[in-house]
């Protein structure tokens, strides 16, 4: 891997330190207690969608809040899936493949990124996790010393410009109140252990956050151990009155993270944990893919931002400034038989990329027509530059290894939007719209002409407007609708290669979608809380997987698609300490034109068309003992645009924990057991979307269990 040229030494030493997250919050949510008590509450502050502080209750968008308990109580905290799959509208799967992250997907958005996140916009303290291409990875969130989640869905999703089918911004803590110094330890099945150090705290008017992380697992799945490292540190203080600055850094390393590839149905059946043997391989005892080429993935992620917010009066100014550098090298997988065009990349990826960013934006208040009018105006920019090279995944008979130059590129992304965003407030009503033009650049400087050039530019532009509505019926009865149009450009990894893996692809377009949303938000009484949405997204031009072999995955511009469904969540908390969370989703996502062997009315790949969680839970009145009881389930989901392979069939599964605290003195004990997957279901955890050979197939884990513990002082 090479060393970029743009290096920040204060990334380097607060990664060694401890570094992590980025960015500031610019609100705060309210005190929430733990479980369903914190959703059912209507005082939960948000900021996604509108940028003004509401109750989530009075908002005319679709929006969940993930608290701190729910993220951090009886998990690793090492995938966001663990909290995200309590939210309607979203699915969230782990892999069991931490060189490709999670899958993500909102109302069908995303649900085809073969790595990584993307149609999916990813916030972390109010600076991107996403880069300006619009892809993304989960794995940058700090989940230990996380605040709240908020996920945001439908048609507000859009003021966020490009890419935005739905929103997850993460919230992290602020440094606040006497040091403490907390540990954490986690061991569990197929070798997963972590161990977590974070101390917090504040020293005068600075407020501070430091932690630090390493996670290692053998891995469910054949050839899937991994080692993340994550490491943070934040800083909070008021320099003058009215102002906040808060300066946020993040790490994140995985070295040498196997990838343990998907497999063909027949081979899942014959052991879920196996990787697809090739069937190539001259060895007497044949390996599988993963195996003989060494599929792996090292990661280097490191980023600095920092957020000034001061107050004049109901007025504010925000101006949020980030830069990091992002290096990946990546072994992929291909057959023997496959001849790669004299333009094609190899099997081996490796790229530095440096990025950074900006968003300025200024928050009027006024009082008009007996109301209050709030407008933020701004501009957000954002800018990546790849020194990107391919290499052959072989030398002579050895598989696995750096071979010959293939690939040496410069790839430049560089996005602009302007936006407005205006509400209006008067009595019962609430009137929001906004206006964001956004511009993607992507220009390429091919420096490796021995195979042609592949020089050149393209430019995506859409002006998304944005418009809701909400009326209070009652204190207790809230109902909206809002509409919105939308544009998805292609991301880098999209673009890469044309047609059969050749070279970059300049004639993607961009999808574009009209979304529609109407809901109902109601306090159904003292102690339980109901949200419904119906919503119907028509997109053109939707951007499909045109082949994908090896780990070289190329996209075409297909026909016009339809997204109709239906979210609900039901939050309680009851006498005695129980509480509960219901959340059901529905979705028809369907081809409304045919094209090639796809037929009109084809199912979406990598969707399903329903999909649940359900929580019943219990804590003591001390809060010393706890415990809960998760269900969770899904229709099946289709790999590939015709339909005609074998589905991954729908499973429902169940998971049960056990939490217990203690306190003695400046001390506090935490404790907790969890079991997932307590009948040993055996099914498809995920899918990759597309592949030409077929081998789509992700297992999920049988029975197995976390078991974890917390030591924390105060001073």
Do not use: C
């Amino acid at each position: 891997m090479k060393q970029h040229p743009f290096r920040l030494n204060a990334i380097a030493a607060l990664f060694t330190a401890g570094s992590a997250a980025l960015a500031p919050a610019a609100y705060s949510a309210s005190a929430d207690s733990n479980g369903a008590d914190a959703a059912a509450s209507a005082e939960v502050v948000v900021v996604s969608g509108t940028r003004v502080g509401h109750a989530s209750f009075d908002l005319p968008a679709a929006i969940d809040v993930l608290d701190a308990a729910r993220i951090r109580d009886g998990q690793a905290r090492v995938n966001a899936s663990e909290a995200l799959a309590a939210v309607p509208g979203l699915v969230a799967q782990n892999r069991q493949n931490y060189a490709q992250d999670l899958q993500i997907s909102s109302r069908g958005f995303g649900a085809r990124s073969a790595f990584g996140v993307r149609g999916v916009r990813l916030i972390a303290d109010g600076i991107p996790a996403s880069m300006p291409d619009g892809q993304g990875q989960a794995a940058t969130f700090n989940l230990d010393m996380a605040e709240r989640i908020e996920v945001l869905r439908g048609p507000f999703s859009a003021i966020y410009g490009n890419h935005s089918g739905g929103v997850i911004q993460l919230f992290t803590r602020d440094g606040d109140g006497a040091p403490t110094l907390e540990t954490t330890l986690v061991g569990g099945s197929d070798g997963a252990r972590k161990l977590d150090l974070n101390a917090r705290g504040k020293a005068g008017a600075v407020g501070y956050v430091l932690d630090a992380s390493r996670f290692d697992t053998d891995g469910y799945r054949s050839h899937s151990a991994a080692r993340r490292e994550q490491a943070m540190a934040k800083l909070t203080l008021a320099p003058l009155d009215g102002a906040k600055l808060t300066i946020v850094a993040n790490g994140l390393r995985q070295h040498d993270t196997q990838d343990p590839l998907g497999v063909q149905w027949a081979t899942f059946l014959r052991d879920p944990r196996a990787g697809e043997i090739d069937s190539t391989d001259t060895q007497s005892s044949k390996r599988t893919f993963a195996e003989r080429y060494d599929t792996r993935k090292s990661i280097d992620h490191q980023q600095l931002g920092a957020s000034w917010e001061q107050r004049f009066g109901d007025d504010r100014l925000r101006v949020t400034a980030y830069a990091g550098n992002r290096q990946v090298i990546q072994y992929q997988a291909f057959s023997k038989g496959f001849q790669a065009p004299a333009s094609h990349s190899g099997g081996v990826v490796d790229f530095d990329r440096d990025f950074y960013g900006s968003d300025i934006n200024w928050l009027h208040v006024v009082q008009l027509a007996g109301g209050k009018l709030s407008t933020t105006i701004g501009i957000d920019y954002g800018r990546s530059s790849d020194a990107r090279q391919g290499y052959e995944n072989f030398v002579g008979a050895q598989f696995g290894v750096r071979g010959k130059l293939r690939r040496d590129e410069r790839d430049t992304v560089s996005s602009v939007d302007p936006y407005v965003q205006t509400e209006w407030q008067s009595g019962p009503w609430l009137l929001s719209a906004g206006l964001r033009h956004s511009r993607m650049k992507v220009e390429v400087d091919d420096h490796f002409a021995s195979n042609g050039n592949d020089s050149g530019s393209l430019s995506y532009s859409h002006t998304t407007p944005v418009l809701g509505l909400l009326y209070q019926v009652s204190p207790r009865l809230n109902v909206y609708a809002s509409a919105a149009r939308g544009f998805e450009a292609p991301t880098l990894n999209e673009l890469f290669y044309s047609g059969a893996a050749a070279g970059f692809n300049f004639n993607l377009k961009a999808a574009q979608s009209t979304h529609l949303e109407a809901g109902v938000k109601a306090r159904l009484d003292q102690g339980t809380r109901m949200n419904a949405a119906l919503f119907q997204v028509r997109t053109s031009d939707e951007l499909v997987v045109d082949s994908s072999n090896g780990g070289r995955t190329s996209y075409r511009n297909a026909s016009s698609t339809l997204r109709q469904g239906a979210e609900l969540s039901l939050d309680s908390s009851w006498k005695h300490g129980f509480s509960s969370r219901l959340a059901l989703t529905t979705l028809r996502a369907v081809y409304q034109q045919g094209f090639g062997a796809v037929q009109r009315g084809s199912r979406l790949p990598g969707v399903p068309n329903a999909n649940a969680y359900s929580e019943l839970a219990w804590k003591d009145s001390a809060e010393r003992f706890g415990a809960a009881l998760e269900a969770q389930a899904s229709s099946r989901i289709y790999a590939e645009d015709a339909n005609l392979d074998r589905p991954a069939p729908g499973y429902g599964i169940l998971n049960a924990r056990v939490n217990a605290s203690q306190n003695w003195g400046g001390w506090r004990f935490k404790q907790f057991i969890r079991v997932n997957n307590l009948l040993d279901k055996v099914y498809v955890g995920s899918l990759i979307v597309g592949d030409t050979n077929k081998r789509y197939y992700e297992a999920a884990p049988g029975r197995n269990w976390l078991l974890g513990a917390s030591a924390q002082y105060a001073f």
